[in-house]
C-alpha cells in the first residue's frame, strides 16, 4: 500500500490545494509501480496551514492568482515525484531502480499507458533483476497496449538503454531495426543500481511519460509467501 | 539468487529549519503491530491560527477501505478545511464491513478531540493486513495519550518527532521515507515536507475525492 503526506506552511485555498495535489499526484504516484498491484487503500493527502505567511497574505488561489499558484504547483509536483520514486527505491525485494521513459508519441495518455505496461510486465522486470538486456520483452510489452490514439508503427520505434552514471546509451533497436547489442556494455549498464529505459514512439506527436520501476526477484516472492501468516 | 544494495542510505537527516511551520507530529507504538519497539500510529496536527486547507487522492480500487471512504467523507464535510491527520500501520482497515467504518471513524474523533473539536475532522490513513479488524481500543487509547494535558503527549514540532511518525508509516519499508525542504514563491519563503510509505501491493491510480457509498459517523 501506498500511503503519504505532505504538509506546507504556505497558504493554500482548498480548492487550489486540491487541484495541485492531483496533478501532482498524476505525474508522480500514478507514475510508479513495484508489482503492478492496486492496494485498497492508497492515499495522498495535503494540508496547507498558511502558517508562515502573515494574516494579510491571501491564499494562493488558481483562480485569483495564477503565478503563484503554478509556481506553488511545480514545486508540490517535484517534491511529490522526490517522494514517489522513494517507494520504488524501497520495493519489497528491488535490486534495480529504473525509469521507463516513453517519448514522441501522439497523447501523454498514450506514452503513459505504454510506459505503465512496459513497467509491470512480469518477463521485462524479471529481465531487469537478471540483467539481461532483453528488448524484445520491451517491445512486446509495449506492442500489446491496446486502444491508443494512434497505433505504433513498428517501422518507427526505436529502444535505448541509458545508464545513470553518464556513460554513453547503448541503442538495441533503431526505427524498428535490430542493432548488434553490445553485451559486454549491456551488461556494464544493467549491472548499475540505477538506468534508464527509453522507448521513443517516433510518432509525430512530440508527448512523453515517465514511470518508475524495479526489478522483480526472488526476495519479492520470498516476502509476499506469508504475509498475512 | 543475489543480494540487493543496502537502501539504508535513503534514510536521510532533516533539519527542523526545512519544516513546515505550525505542525506537531508524533510516532508511537499502541499494539498494532506485534513487535513492541515498532511504531504503529502517527499523528500529525496542524496549529497554525490561520485555517488548514486539506486534499486528498483516493485509490480507485473498487473495494476502498474504512479510512479511505471516511477520509473522502471528512474532505467533504469540511469543504477541505480538515488540519489533522492519524495513520495506523500493521493493519489495513480494509474489507472490515461496519465495524471498519466505525472504527475509521473512532479513529479521526479521538483525534479530533485532542484540538477541541467535537466533530470528527481528522484524516484517517491505515496500512497492513486487508481483512483484519483495527484493535480500536488500543488506538483510542494511545491517541489519548496525547491530549494537552496528558504527562504521556509527545506531540511536538521536532525533527525527531516527525523522523518517529515517519517511522509509524512503515510495514514492509526497510526504511523510514521522509523528506523536507523550502521554496519561495513571490519572495515568500515557505517550507514542505512529506512522509510517505509502501514497498509492495504498489502501483496506484489514484485521484480526487468521490463521495461513493453512504457512511455512518
Given at each position: 500500500?501506498l500511503?503519504?503526506?505532505?504538509?506546507?506552511d504556505?497558504?493554500?485555498?482548498?480548492?487550489?490545494?486540491?487541484?495541485a495535489l492531483?496533478?501532482?499526484?498524476d505525474?508522480s504516484?500514478?507514475?510508479?509501480?513495484?508489482?503492478?498491484?492496486?492496494s485498497?487503500n492508497d492515499?495522498?493527502?495535503?494540508?496547507?496551514?498558511?502558517?508562515?505567511?502573515p494574516?494579510?497574505?491571501?491564499?494562493?488561489?488558481e483562480?485569483?492568482?495564477?503565478?503563484?499558484?503554478?509556481a506553488?504547483r511545480?514545486?508540490?509536483?517535484n517534491?511529490?515525484?522526490d517522494?514517489a520514486?522513494?517507494?520504488?527505491?524501497d520495493?519489497?525485494?528491488?535490486?534495480?531502480?529504473v525509469?521507463?521513459?516513453v517519448?514522441n508519441?501522439?497523447?501523454?495518455?498514450d506514452?503513459?499507458?505504454?510506459?505503465s505496461?512496459v513497467s509491470?510486465?512480469?518477463?521485462?522486470?524479471?529481465?531487469?533483476?537478471?540483467e539481461?538486456?532483453?528488448w524484445?520483452?520491451?517491445?512486446?510489452?509495449?506492442?500489446?497496449?491496446q486502444?491508443?490514439?494512434v497505433?505504433?508503427n513498428?517501422?518507427?520505434?526505436?529502444?535505448?538503454?541509458?545508464?545513470?552514471d553518464?556513460?554513453?546509451?547503448?541503442?538495441?533497436?533503431v526505427?524498428?531495426?535490430?542493432?548488434?547489442?553490445?553485451?559486454?556494455?549491456?551488461?556494464?549498464?544493467l549491472?548499475?543500481?540505477d538506468f534508464?529505459v527509453?522507448?521513443?514512439i517516433?510518432?509525430?506527436?512530440?508527448?512523453?511519460?515517465?514511470?518508475?520501476t524495479c526489478?522483480?526477484?526472488?526476495e519479492?516472492v520470498r516476502?509476499n509467501?506469508?504475509y498475512?501468516? | 539468487?543475489?543480494?540487493?544494495?543496502?537502501?539504508?542510505?535513503?534514510?536521510?537527516?532533516?533539519?527542523?529549519?526545512?519544516?513546515?511551520k505550525?505542525?506537531?507530529?508524533?510516532?508511537?507504538?499502541?499494539?498494532?503491530?506485534?513487535?513492541a519497539t515498532?511504531?504503529?500510529?502517527?499523528i500529525?496536527i496542524?496549529?497554525?491560527?490561520r485555517?488548514t486547507?486539506?486534499?486528498g487522492?483516493?485509490?480507485?480500487?473498487?473495494?476502498?477501505?474504512?479510512?479511505?471512504?471516511?477520509?473522502?467523507?471528512?474532505?467533504?464535510?469540511?469543504?477541505?478545511?480538515a488540519?489533522?491527520l492519524?495513520?495506523?500501520s500493521?493493519c489495513?482497515?480494509?474489507?472490515?464491513?461496519e465495524?471498519g467504518?466505525?472504527?475509521?471513524w473512532?479513529?479521526?474523533?479521538?483525534?479530533?478531540?485532542?484540538?477541541?473539536?467535537?466533530?470528527?475532522?481528522?484524516?484517517?490513513m491505515?496500512?497492513g493486513?486487508i481483512?483484519?479488524?483495527?484493535p480500536i481500543?488500543?488506538?483510542?487509547?494511545?491517541i489519548?495519550s496525547?491530549?494537552?494535558?496528558?504527562?504521556?503527549?509527545?506531540l511536538s514540532?521536532?525533527?525527531?518527532?516527525w523522523q518517529?511518525?515517519?517511522k509509524a508509516?512503515m510495514?514492509?519499508?526497510?526504511?523510514?521515507?521522509i523528506r523536507?525542504?523550502?521554496?519561495?514563491i513571490?519572495?515568500?519563503?515557505?517550507?514542505?515536507a512529506?512522509?510517505?510509505?509502501g514497498?509492495?501491493?504498489?502501483h496506484p491510480?489514484?485521484?480526487?475525492p468521490?463521495?461513493?457509498?453512504?457512511l455512518?459517523?
Open positions: 500500500t500511503l503519504g503526506c505532505i504538509l506546507t504556505a497558504p493554500v485555498t482548498p480548492s487550489s490545494l486540491q487541484s492531483t496533478h501532482a499526484v505525474r504516484f500514478n507514475c510508479i509501480s513495484v508489482d503492478g498491484d492496486m485498497t492515499t495522498i493527502v495535503a494540508l496547507a496551514n498558511g502558517a508562515a505567511a494574516d494579510d497574505i491571501p491564499e494562493i488561489d483562480e485569483t492568482a495564477p503565478d503563484a499558484f503554478l506553488f511545480t514545486e508540490l509536483t517534491f511529490a515525484i517522494l520514486k522513494l517507494v520504488v527505491r520495493g519489497e525485494g528491488a535490486t534495480k531502480f525509469t521507463v521513459t517519448k508519441a501522439a497523447t501523454y495518455e506514452a503513459h499507458r505504454i510506459a505496461k509491470t510486465s512480469a518477463l521485462v522486470k524479471t529481465a531487469l533483476y537478471g539481461d538486456a532483453n524484445g520483452r520491451i517491445l512486446s510489452s509495449s506492442g500489446s497496449v486502444g491508443l490514439s497505433p505504433i513498428p517501422a518507427r520505434v526505436s529502444v535505448s538503454f541509458i545508464p545513470s553518464g556513460t554513453a546509451a547503448l541503442p538495441v533497436l526505427n524498428g531495426e535490430p542493432k548488434i547489442v553490445d553485451e559486454v556494455r549491456a551488461k556494464e549498464i549491472e548499475l543500481d534508464e527509453c522507448i521513443d517516433g510518432d509525430f506527436g512530440s508527448q512523453q511519460a515517465k514511470y518508475w526489478d522483480l526477484s526472488y519479492y516476502i509467501g506469508d498475512r501468516s | 539468487m543475489k543480494t540487493g544494495p543496502s537502501k539504508q542510505h535513503f534514510a536521510l537527516p532533516i533539519s527542523e529549519a526545512s519544516l513546515p505550525g505542525f506537531v507530529a508524533t510516532g508511537l507504538h499502541c499494539g498494532v503491530k506485534k513487535d515498532a511504531n504503529d500510529l502517527a500529525i496542524s496549529e497554525s491560527p485555517e486547507s486539506a486534499a487522492c483516493f485509490t480507485k480500487n473498487a473495494f476502498q477501505a474504512a479510512p479511505v471512504c471516511v477520509s473522502q467523507e471528512i474532505l467533504r464535510r469540511t469543504n477541505g478545511r488540519r489533522s492519524v495513520v495506523n500493521g489495513a482497515n480494509a474489507v472490515t464491513g465495524q467504518l466505525q472504527d475509521a473512532a479513529m479521526s474523533q479521538e483525534t479530533s478531540h485532542l484540538y477541541g473539536a467535537q466533530e470528527p475532522s481528522a484524516l484517517v491505515s496500512t493486513v481483512g483484519q479488524k483495527l481500543s488500543k488506538i483510542v487509547t494511545a489519548k496525547q491530549a494537552r494535558s496528558a504527562a504521556t503527549r509527545s514540532p521536532s525533527a525527531s518527532a518517529e511518525a515517519a508509516f510495514t514492509t519499508d526497510t526504511f523510514p521515507k523536507a525542504r523550502t521554496f519561495s513571490g519572495g515568500a519563503d515557505y517550507r514542505i512529506g512522509i510517505d510509505k514497498a509492495g501491493m504498489i491510480i489514484m485521484g480526487p468521490v463521495a461513493n457509498r453512504p455512518h459517523a
